[in-house]
């Protein structure tokens, strides 16, 4: 089950995903959220800086078409915003999202 506990990161990364739904027009469906079972750190998904969304065709090709390719992190290719936010394709089957910013 997704959660989403109550934090000033956690209403940045919700802004997040507001604008990246409305700049790609795509389906945004959150798969992950500040729920147990991911890896620690500042910019986590438990410290809220983190989303997980579902692979749909339309937000794969807005992210590779849109963003900077920035390497590879070793589970996926890693896709740069303008805004500094980082998305990786993480092992093929859920976009892994660090929002340090609002912006998509």
């Known amino acids: 089950m997704t959660s989403f506990k109550s934090s000033p990161a956690p209403v940045r990364t919700m802004q997040g995903a507001v604008t990246l739904k409305r700049s790609s027009d795509c389906t945004i469906n959150i798969t992950g959220g500040t729920e147990v079972g991911h890896a620690g750190g500042t910019y986590s998904h438990f410290n809220g800086y983190k989303l997980d969304f579902s692979p749909y065709s339309c937000l794969g090709s807005y992210i590779r078409n849109n963003f900077r390719y920035s390497g590879n992190r070793g589970d996926g290719p890693i896709y740069t915003a303008p805004s500094g936010n980082v998305y990786v394709l993480e092992n093929g089957n859920h976009w ?9």
Not at 96 to 104: A, F, I, P
Request: charged share 10%.
């Open 96 to 104: 892994d999202v660090t929002y340090y910013s609002c912006g998509c």
